[in-house]
Nanobody
Framework: QVQLVESGGGLVQAGGSLRLSCAASRSIFSIYVMGWYRQAPGKERELVATITSFGGTNYADSVKGRFTISRDNAKNTVYLQMNSLKAEDTAVYYC??????WGQGTQVTVSS
């Protein structure tokens, strides 16, 4: 079973940028959908963005135009470029492979 490790989180001021990475322990070429989700304190986990093996993408309305998801199958890595960050983007961000494989999460904190 593939294992996922997220990195790139941290503290950033509002308006700033971060790039999250999700490194998989084996090839993700055959995994149709990879995604990023987030969970803020006291809230349910929510979809941020997904990408298919053909490069098709889907974004939550709240991040459209600010976040970009991409995948590098050769490096077994999925990325989330986050620009124009807002305080409400503060959350733990999780990578997901397929329907049920999750990473441990990485904290993103945006100060206003």
């Amino acid at each position: 079973q593939v294992q996922l490790v997220e990195s790139g989180g941290g503290l950033v001021q509002a308006g700033g940028s971060l790039r999250l990475s999700c490194a998989a322990s084996r090839s993700i070429f055959s995994i149709y959908v990879m995604g990023w989700y987030r969970q803020a304190p006291g809230k349910e986990r929510e979809l941020v963005a997904t990408i298919t093996s053909f490069g098709g993408t889907n974004y939550a309305d709240s991040v459209k135009g600010r976040f970009t998801i991409s995948r590098d199958n050769a490096k077994n890595t999925v990325y989330l470029q986050m620009n124009s960050l807002k305080a409400e983007d503060t959350a733990v961000y999780y990578c997901k492979a397929g329907v049920s494989i999750w990473g441990q999460g990485t904290q993103v904190t945006v100060s206003s």
